[in-house]
């Protein structure tokens, strides 16, 4: 029994710390250009609704602020926060969470590399 109570608390001691985890504040995207991805994100209407540091007009208050995304804990609310996985939600953000409002935008995996990017470098 002691062995039992010893294993639980130490399942609930790495299950704590891993919710207490901050994401990366850095994450190096392989081929992601941030200056490219600021054009994209542009082009594919981003800021129609959120807000983006260094989009024009990116003010909206639709979706939610994706400045300073590094720091989240997740993507969409549904992912934990990784650079891929902020890359497969710009690609198929409702293959994650089918309800979202964020449509799908025929995004590839070039362009969501330069995109999240671009929103890491922000």
Known sequence: MKHIVKCATLLLLAAL?????????SEPL??????????LVARYGCAACH????????????GPSLTEI?????VGGVLPH?????????????AYSP???M?????????????????YSQ
Do not use: F
């Open 17 to 25: 710390a891993a919710c207490s985890r901050q994401p990366p504040t």
């Open 30 to 39: 392989s081929g992601g250009n941030p200056r490219v991805g600021q054009q």
């Open 51 to 62: 807000e983006i540091k260094g989009i024009a007009h990116a003010d909206s208050k639709v």
């Open 70 to 74: 590094r720091d989240r804990s997740y």
């Open 82 to 94: 990784s650079a891929g996985n902020l890359v497969k939600w710009i690609m198929h953000p409702r």
């Open 99 to 101: 309800n979202t409002a």
């Open 103 to 119: 449509p799908e935008l025929g995004v590839s995996e070039g362009e969501a590399r330069d995109m999240a990017a671009y929103l």
